[in-house]
């Protein structure tokens, strides 16, 4: 089983950039398609992006698109959410996830990190 851990969350104004990490232990990250979601107080959790196990696919949400870039570095058992152009509606805890082939669904997730993003 693999365990995620996120990082790089923090306080930002509006229009800057934050970069997330989500490192994996357990298990190695490329037998895994990845996504980044997140969730805003009173909010349903959201998807924000998702990656293939090779990194040569990636998905979008609408919202995202030419702001935010997933990425990985599987030899590193990493996956990255650059994020530009931050508004304050960005504001959100943001969770990284594993998703089980076998399955077809997001089964291990992080804890979580904070962006915080100020007008």
């Known amino acids: 089983q693999v365990q995620l851990v996120e990082s790089g969350g923090g306080l930002v104004q509006a229009g800057g950039s934050l970069r997330l990490s989500c490192a994996a232990s357990?298990?190695?990250?490329?037998?895994?398609?990845m996504g980044w979601f997140r969730q805003a107080p009173g909010k349903e959790r959201e998807f924000v992006a998702a990656?293939?196990?090779?990194?040569?696919?990636?998905y979008y949400a609408d919202s995202m698109k030419g702001r935010f870039t997933i990425s990985r570095d599987n030899a590193k058992n990493t996956v990255y959410l650059q994020m530009n152009s931050l508004e304050p509606e960005d504001t959100a805890v943001y969770y990284c996830a594993a998703r089980s082939e076998l399955l077809g669904q997001y089964t291990t997730w992080g804890q979580g990190t904070q962006v915080t993003v100020s007008s």
């Open positions: 990656i293939n196990r090779s990194g040569s696919n990636t």
């Open positions: 357990g298990r190695t990250l490329s037998s895994y398609a």
